[in-house]
T-cell receptor, first 111, second 117 residues
Protein backbone atom coordinates (compact mmCIF):
# COMPACT_ATOMS: atom_id res chain seq x y z
CA UNK A 1 0.00 0.00 0.00
CA UNK A 2 1.59 3.24 -1.15
CA UNK A 3 1.42 5.91 1.51
CA UNK A 4 2.22 9.55 2.02
CA UNK A 5 2.53 10.70 5.61
CA UNK A 6 2.25 14.19 7.01
CA UNK A 7 1.96 15.48 10.54
CA UNK A 8 -1.59 16.77 10.83
CA UNK A 9 -0.60 19.64 13.12
CA UNK A 10 -1.64 22.26 13.75
CA UNK A 11 1.80 23.74 13.32
CA UNK A 12 1.96 27.19 14.89
CA UNK A 13 4.65 29.59 13.68
CA UNK A 14 5.13 33.27 14.58
CA UNK A 15 4.82 35.79 11.79
CA UNK A 16 8.13 36.42 10.05
CA UNK A 17 9.63 33.06 11.03
CA UNK A 18 10.33 30.05 8.80
CA UNK A 19 7.62 27.42 8.59
CA UNK A 20 8.86 23.90 7.87
CA UNK A 21 6.44 21.27 6.59
CA UNK A 22 7.47 17.66 6.12
CA UNK A 23 6.19 14.71 4.14
CA UNK A 24 7.42 11.12 3.84
CA UNK A 25 6.43 8.58 1.21
CA UNK A 26 6.65 4.83 0.98
CA UNK A 27 7.06 4.19 -2.77
CA UNK A 28 10.78 4.39 -3.54
CA UNK A 29 10.01 4.56 -7.26
CA UNK A 30 8.12 7.86 -6.98
CA UNK A 31 9.37 10.53 -9.34
CA UNK A 32 7.20 13.63 -8.96
CA UNK A 33 6.30 15.53 -5.83
CA UNK A 34 3.85 18.34 -5.32
CA UNK A 35 2.79 20.74 -2.60
CA UNK A 36 -0.73 22.11 -2.60
CA UNK A 37 -2.21 24.76 -0.33
CA UNK A 38 -5.84 24.58 0.73
CA UNK A 39 -7.57 27.42 2.51
CA UNK A 40 -10.55 26.53 4.62
CA UNK A 41 -13.61 26.02 2.43
CA UNK A 42 -11.59 26.29 -0.79
CA UNK A 43 -10.08 23.86 -3.27
CA UNK A 44 -6.42 22.76 -3.29
CA UNK A 45 -4.07 25.05 -5.18
CA UNK A 46 -0.71 23.92 -6.57
CA UNK A 47 2.16 25.95 -5.13
CA UNK A 48 5.32 23.91 -5.77
CA UNK A 49 6.54 20.87 -7.65
CA UNK A 50 9.91 19.13 -7.42
CA UNK A 51 11.40 16.21 -9.31
CA UNK A 52 15.14 16.16 -8.53
CA UNK A 53 17.05 15.76 -5.30
CA UNK A 54 17.95 19.04 -3.66
CA UNK A 55 16.24 22.38 -3.26
CA UNK A 56 13.91 24.30 -5.51
CA UNK A 57 13.11 27.90 -4.67
CA UNK A 58 10.15 30.01 -5.76
CA UNK A 59 9.80 33.32 -3.95
CA UNK A 60 9.33 32.68 -0.25
CA UNK A 61 8.81 28.95 -0.85
CA UNK A 62 11.53 26.30 -1.01
CA UNK A 63 10.82 22.64 -1.71
CA UNK A 64 13.42 20.10 -0.65
CA UNK A 65 13.60 16.53 -1.91
CA UNK A 66 15.67 13.66 -0.55
CA UNK A 67 14.86 10.48 -2.47
CA UNK A 68 17.29 8.34 -0.48
CA UNK A 69 15.46 9.18 2.74
CA UNK A 70 12.07 9.35 0.98
CA UNK A 71 11.04 12.72 2.27
CA UNK A 72 10.04 16.00 0.77
CA UNK A 73 9.67 19.24 2.66
CA UNK A 74 8.36 22.74 2.12
CA UNK A 75 9.91 25.79 3.75
CA UNK A 76 8.06 29.07 3.89
CA UNK A 77 10.28 32.03 4.70
CA UNK A 78 9.02 35.26 6.27
CA UNK A 79 5.72 33.59 7.15
CA UNK A 80 2.64 35.75 6.80
CA UNK A 81 -0.82 35.30 8.37
CA UNK A 82 -2.09 34.73 4.83
CA UNK A 83 0.02 31.57 4.72
CA UNK A 84 -2.28 30.01 7.32
CA UNK A 85 -3.83 27.05 5.52
CA UNK A 86 -3.61 23.28 5.19
CA UNK A 87 -0.68 22.11 3.10
CA UNK A 88 -1.11 18.89 1.17
CA UNK A 89 1.76 16.76 -0.08
CA UNK A 90 1.10 14.67 -3.20
CA UNK A 91 3.34 12.09 -4.82
CA UNK A 92 3.00 10.64 -8.28
CA UNK A 93 3.12 6.88 -8.20
CA UNK A 94 4.61 4.60 -10.82
CA UNK A 95 1.29 4.31 -12.66
CA UNK A 96 2.05 7.84 -13.92
CA UNK A 97 -1.39 9.27 -13.32
CA UNK A 98 -2.36 8.59 -9.78
CA UNK A 99 -1.42 11.14 -7.15
CA UNK A 100 -1.07 9.69 -3.68
CA UNK A 101 -2.13 12.32 -1.14
CA UNK A 102 -1.07 13.02 2.38
CA UNK A 103 -3.75 14.05 4.86
CA UNK A 104 -2.31 17.56 5.10
CA UNK A 105 -0.66 19.71 7.75
CA UNK A 106 -2.59 22.62 9.16
CA UNK A 107 -0.33 25.68 9.45
CA UNK A 108 -1.21 28.65 11.64
CA UNK A 109 0.85 31.83 11.39
CA UNK A 110 0.44 33.93 14.54
CA UNK A 111 0.71 37.72 14.14
CA UNK B 1 -7.92 30.22 -20.27
CA UNK B 2 -10.73 29.09 -18.01
CA UNK B 3 -9.86 26.78 -15.18
CA UNK B 4 -11.68 23.68 -14.07
CA UNK B 5 -15.36 24.43 -13.67
CA UNK B 6 -17.76 22.68 -11.36
CA UNK B 7 -21.44 23.14 -10.82
CA UNK B 8 -23.40 23.52 -8.79
CA UNK B 9 -21.17 25.03 -6.11
CA UNK B 10 -23.66 24.10 -3.42
CA UNK B 11 -26.26 21.37 -3.56
CA UNK B 12 -28.86 20.47 -0.96
CA UNK B 13 -30.69 17.17 -1.21
CA UNK B 14 -33.03 15.22 1.03
CA UNK B 15 -32.28 11.64 1.90
CA UNK B 16 -33.22 9.33 -0.95
CA UNK B 17 -32.89 11.93 -3.70
CA UNK B 18 -30.29 11.91 -6.46
CA UNK B 19 -27.33 14.26 -6.69
CA UNK B 20 -25.65 15.13 -9.99
CA UNK B 21 -22.33 16.95 -9.89
CA UNK B 22 -20.77 18.34 -13.06
CA UNK B 23 -17.17 19.05 -13.97
CA UNK B 24 -15.74 20.68 -17.06
CA UNK B 25 -11.96 20.22 -17.28
CA UNK B 26 -9.50 22.90 -18.26
CA UNK B 27 -9.19 23.50 -21.99
CA UNK B 28 -6.81 20.96 -23.46
CA UNK B 29 -7.16 18.57 -20.53
CA UNK B 30 -8.49 15.11 -21.25
CA UNK B 31 -8.22 13.50 -17.82
CA UNK B 32 -10.66 14.04 -14.99
CA UNK B 33 -10.39 12.96 -11.36
CA UNK B 34 -13.05 13.10 -8.67
CA UNK B 35 -12.23 13.42 -4.97
CA UNK B 36 -14.33 13.58 -1.83
CA UNK B 37 -13.34 15.54 1.24
CA UNK B 38 -15.09 15.37 4.58
CA UNK B 39 -14.73 18.35 6.96
CA UNK B 40 -11.28 18.49 8.55
CA UNK B 41 -10.14 15.44 6.59
CA UNK B 42 -7.87 14.81 3.61
CA UNK B 43 -8.74 14.23 -0.03
CA UNK B 44 -10.05 10.78 -0.88
CA UNK B 45 -9.64 9.64 -4.46
CA UNK B 46 -12.83 8.33 -6.01
CA UNK B 47 -12.46 7.86 -9.76
CA UNK B 48 -10.27 8.70 -12.74
CA UNK B 49 -11.76 9.08 -16.19
CA UNK B 50 -10.78 9.88 -19.72
CA UNK B 51 -13.28 10.67 -22.45
CA UNK B 52 -15.74 7.75 -22.64
CA UNK B 53 -13.54 5.62 -20.38
CA UNK B 54 -13.34 4.89 -16.68
CA UNK B 55 -9.67 4.21 -15.98
CA UNK B 56 -9.71 3.69 -12.22
CA UNK B 57 -12.76 3.62 -9.97
CA UNK B 58 -11.08 1.93 -7.03
CA UNK B 59 -12.04 4.72 -4.65
CA UNK B 60 -15.70 4.83 -5.53
CA UNK B 61 -18.30 3.11 -3.34
CA UNK B 62 -19.70 0.09 -5.15
CA UNK B 63 -23.31 1.12 -4.68
CA UNK B 64 -25.18 4.32 -5.46
CA UNK B 65 -22.17 6.12 -6.99
CA UNK B 66 -21.37 6.32 -10.69
CA UNK B 67 -19.31 8.57 -12.92
CA UNK B 68 -19.07 9.28 -16.60
CA UNK B 69 -17.13 11.51 -18.97
CA UNK B 70 -18.95 11.48 -22.31
CA UNK B 71 -17.46 12.41 -25.65
CA UNK B 72 -19.31 15.71 -25.51
CA UNK B 73 -20.07 17.63 -22.36
CA UNK B 74 -18.88 17.62 -18.78
CA UNK B 75 -17.96 14.76 -16.53
CA UNK B 76 -20.77 13.82 -14.17
CA UNK B 77 -20.60 12.25 -10.73
CA UNK B 78 -23.95 10.80 -9.83
CA UNK B 79 -25.05 9.76 -6.36
CA UNK B 80 -28.32 7.91 -6.14
CA UNK B 81 -30.49 7.69 -3.01
CA UNK B 82 -28.26 10.02 -1.04
CA UNK B 83 -27.72 9.52 2.68
CA UNK B 84 -26.49 11.97 5.31
CA UNK B 85 -23.03 10.42 5.17
CA UNK B 86 -22.68 11.60 1.58
CA UNK B 87 -22.50 15.20 2.80
CA UNK B 88 -19.04 16.39 1.82
CA UNK B 89 -17.12 18.56 -0.60
CA UNK B 90 -16.62 16.90 -3.96
CA UNK B 91 -13.68 18.17 -5.97
CA UNK B 92 -12.93 17.58 -9.58
CA UNK B 93 -9.40 17.92 -10.97
CA UNK B 94 -8.10 17.72 -14.50
CA UNK B 95 -4.77 17.09 -16.14
CA UNK B 96 -3.54 17.10 -19.72
CA UNK B 97 -2.60 14.11 -21.82
CA UNK B 98 0.17 12.40 -19.87
CA UNK B 99 2.47 11.83 -22.81
CA UNK B 100 3.72 15.39 -22.54
CA UNK B 101 5.64 15.31 -19.30
CA UNK B 102 5.85 13.60 -15.97
CA UNK B 103 5.81 17.07 -14.48
CA UNK B 104 2.16 17.59 -15.28
CA UNK B 105 -0.10 17.50 -12.31
CA UNK B 106 -3.74 18.02 -11.44
CA UNK B 107 -5.59 21.31 -11.26
CA UNK B 108 -8.68 21.56 -9.11
CA UNK B 109 -12.08 23.06 -9.60
CA UNK B 110 -13.82 25.02 -6.82
CA UNK B 111 -15.74 22.00 -5.63
CA UNK B 112 -19.38 21.17 -4.99
CA UNK B 113 -20.54 21.21 -1.38
CA UNK B 114 -23.24 18.60 -0.99
CA UNK B 115 -25.51 18.73 2.02
CA UNK B 116 -27.96 15.93 2.62
CA UNK B 117 -30.79 16.76 4.98
Amino acid sequence: QKEVEQNSGPLSVPEGAIASLNCTYSDRGSQSFFWYRQYSGKSPELIMSIYSNGDKEDGRFTAQLNKASQYVSLLIRDSQPSDSATYLCAVRGDSNYQLIWGAGTKLIIKP
Amino acid sequence: NAGVMQNPRHLVRRRGQEARLRCSPMKGHSHVYWYRQLPEEGLKFMVYLQKENIIDESGMPKERFSAEFPKEGPSILRIQQVVRGDSAAYFCASSPLLLASSEETQYFGPGTRLLVL
